[in-house]
């Protein structure tokens, strides 16, 4: 049994070890963004906090585990220092595509909500939360991320804000909402994000995202135009139309469509490894015109539950002639890396622990989580395995159960590296005392 324990606690802390080499790389890119070296350090530690066994990833616990008195210089990384959140998430992209990056790749778009209290956090409103599945006051982001055969994580991210938010100014502005900021929707969003990645030469054959996202021409109609092929998940009743020589000049809905595959079109194919194991469903695909670039076409990529034949999926494709549907099916699957991807970033990271209400602090905290995640993907498919945990905090947390404790008591910083330069001391002049840490899914707003 002693020898068991001991093997287990090597191998928590390789991972550990593994992790901290991981981030200590996310470090490294963001020295040339910072002017100033406290500056830095302050961002360092924020971004080593995030991978850290830390119970609430915002600015009290952030400090404390830095070993700092004051949590003002974790909190001046998301408000006050001088540092661009779109320039880092370049960085964040070529790192991404230098670990992972392989003409395969597929783009992968879909959003997350983040549930909120309150109406002042910027983009808040009572909308459709993926998170909770359901309506509900929250903020959407929307997300781009990269699929490669040896791993996925985050590329990019925007902030949905409703039309509400637009047309009122004052509440905004007192968000720090750029005053130029125009309404755009989510298909928008994704669409610059997937345009910004491919000009910027990201290695993607195909894009592919949910119905939201595939039901929109506006969305689809410019991947066609660059020649970008998709996949994209689409409702029963999205139109579409025939042409010769795959069938007369005709209209459709999906679901009328592929009621005209023969019993023997299916194949009973795997889209991607699952918790339980290989997804496998039954595929077909129904080609459905010429497209206007030459040797392209568009189709229809049908799944169906091999026990339950009800359950149904449909997908618009835009693809060269030649595609075999083993790989319009690999794309398919792609799409579910995203989730995968959000779910861990927000348990693992604390993509979902920002606290504060401004646009400012929220795409820095979101691109901070990204890189954070990022770090440990690469640091998987280096050594093998699946993205690490989180490493464990030398500066225990204070239980949630306790009034209050000072951060002063939270202990030095780790040992590999010296002590950093503390904050200021709080309005008293001495070591701040904190408040207890708030678990809740739905923070204040």
Known sequence: MRDMLACTCRGEGAVA??????????????????????????AADYLRGLVADVERKNGWQLAERAGYRHPRGIQRVLDRYAWDAEAVRDDLRAYVVAALGDPRGVLVVDETGFPKQGR??????????????????????????????????????????????????????????????????????????????????????????DEVYGGDSGFRAPLEARGQGYVLAVRSNQPLSTWPPYGAPDQWTAA???ATIPTDAWQRLSCGEGVQGPRRYEWAYLPARPAVREGWRHGLLVRRHPERPGEVAFYLVYAPTDTALEELVRVAGARLTIDDMVKLAKGQVGLDHYEGRGWQGWYRHITRALLAFAALTVAARQRGGPVLPPARSTAPSPSPKCAASSSASSGPPRAHRPPPPQSPPGPAGGAATRRSPRTATAVAA
Request: glycine fraction near 10%; charge should be positive.
């Open 17 to 42: 070890a593994e992790a901290e080499r991981a981030v200590e790389e996310g470090v490294a890119l963001l020295r040339g963004r910072f002017r100033r070296t406290r500056a830095h350090r302050h």
């Open 120 to 209: 002042h956090s910027v983009g808040v409103a009572r909308q459709y939360c993926g998170t909770l599945g359901k309506r509900a006051n929250c903020q959407v982001g929307v997300f781009l991320g990269y699929a490669g055969p040896t791993g996925h994580a985050g590329l990019d991210r925007a902030l949905y804000l409703p039309r509400e938010w637009i047309d009122d100014r004052e509440r905004a502005r007192a968000a720090s909402v750029p005053d130029d900021t125009a309404f755009q929707t989510k298909p928008a969003l994704a669409l610059a994000m997937v345009e910004r990645a491919l000009d910027a030469g990201v290695p993607a054959a195909w894009v592919t995202a």
């Open 256 to 258: 009328s469509f592929a």
